[in-house]
Every structure is written in C-alpha cells, then in structure tokens.
C-alpha cells in the first residue's frame, strides 16, 4: 500500500463520519449529532447555557 492509498482511506473515513441531525434528520458537519439549528439540544450545550445565565444572574 502506498502513501497515496493511505491518505485516501483515512479521506473516506473523515467523510463516512458525516452524520444526520437527531432531531431533523439534516445531515450534520464534524460527525456532529445535531445540526446547527438543533444543536442546543446536546447535553453539553445546555449545560453550558445553563452556567452562562446563572453566572448571568449573579453578576446582576
Ligand atoms: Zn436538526
């Protein structure tokens, strides 16, 4: 196998890992879960904006 070969391989399986949105069906970049307009469904997201306003409101 050559290096050309390789490369290309790892080339199809960057792409075989594009995957579609959970919620809409929207195929999604970076193997991400959900698409950008559902993206604030993933757990990590939410958690995140969830810190965000409670840092939010005790800076009030
Ligand atoms: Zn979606």
Redesign the pocket.
């Known amino acids: 196998m050559t290096n050309a070969t390789l490369r290309h391989r790892v080339a199809d399986r960057l792409d075989g890992e594009v995957r579609q949105?959970l919620?809409?069906g929207?195929p999604t970049e970076e193997g991400k879960p959900?698409?950008l307009?559902?993206v604030e469904s993933m757990p990590y997201v939410a958690q995140l904006q969830a810190r965000l306003e409670r840092a939010v409101e005790s800076a009030a």
């Open positions: 949105c919620e809409c929207a959900f698409c307009w559902h």
